[in-house]
């Protein structure tokens, strides 16, 4: 047996230290209300899986999950796998970013967000993303997304 760690095993340890520390300098912030938990994720297809629960604070009056608390799910998940696409330790900031809603996300539901980078140049990056709830399915998506990133130091 070897032991030699996998590039995603080390992907995997990047992406879980900086989203930890991440939420530990947070304090009293947005991002401290919706904390991604991992799933996956896959060095050689640049991806990433994250979960995130959602309770009443993030909800609007029809007991579904706020657009905004949503979009900043997608764009989390995305900035942080962008962090790891990005050599040296700079975090990548958002340039833009489209988001489509296509189905509800209700209160108390757990929500799979994937993003995988398309592209990483020296300045930018761009990033794709889908999520869908718990039973639901990543081919048929709640939300997707595409954003570019500032990567220049």
């Known amino acids: 047996m070897s032991n030699m760690i996998t590039e995603t095993e080390q992907m995997k340890q990047r992406i879980i230290e900086f989203s930890e520390s ?5 304090e009293a912030r947005f991002y401290d209300h919706i904390h991604p938990r991992f799933v996956s994720c896959d060095a050689a297809e640049k991806t ?9 604070w993030g909800s609007n009056l029809r007991e579904i999950v706020h657009g905004g608390v949503l979009a900043g799910a997608m764009d989390q998940c995305m900035g ?3 962090f790891w696409a990005t050599p040296g330790d700079v975090i990548p900031v958002t340039v833009s970013m489209q988001t489509s809603y296509l189905r509800p996300v209700p209160v108390n539901a757990t929500m799979y967000v994937q993003a995988q980078v398309t592209s990483a140049g020296r300045t930018l990056q761009n ?3 889908k999520a869908w709830v718990d039973g639901g399915s990543p081919d048929k998506p709640a939300l997707t997304a595409t954003a570019v990133y500032m ?3």
């Open 151 to 153: 990567t220049k130091r």
């Open 22 to 26: 991440h939420h530990r300098n947070t």
């Open 48 to 56: 990433l899986v994250f979960a995130y629960d959602f309770d009443k």
């Open 80 to 82: 942080i796998l962008g």
């Open 127 to 129: 990033v794709v993303a």
